[in-house]
């Protein structure tokens, strides 16, 4: 789990310890963190997982019927 405290927001270090290793964790997590405050709270974490299934549907359009 993400949230290793259980504090209902996830830590830049927290997201580090998980998705550290993606080449572009900290882009996502800063779009993800959009009030800035260097946490990512439920709201912001539902908001920025359904940018990322916009973008996969975007990708499926492309694949042909």
């Given at each position: 789990?993400?949230?290793?405290?259980?504090?209902?927001?996830?830590?830049?270090?927290?997201?580090?310890?998980?998705f550290g290793q993606e080449p572009d964790?900290?882009?996502?997590?800063?779009?993800?963190?959009?009030?800035n405050d260097g946490k990512v709270n439920?709201?912001?974490?539902?908001?920025a997982d359904s940018d990322d299934d916009?973008?996969?549907?975007?990708?499926?359009?492309?694949?042909?019927?």
């Open positions: 789990e993400v949230d290793a405290n259980n504090d209902g927001e996830i830590s830049y270090s927290e997201a580090q310890a998980v964790f900290d882009e996502r997590f800063n779009e993800a963190d959009s009030n439920m709201t912001e974490w539902e908001d916009d973008d996969d549907d975007d990708d499926d359009q492309n694949d042909g019927p």
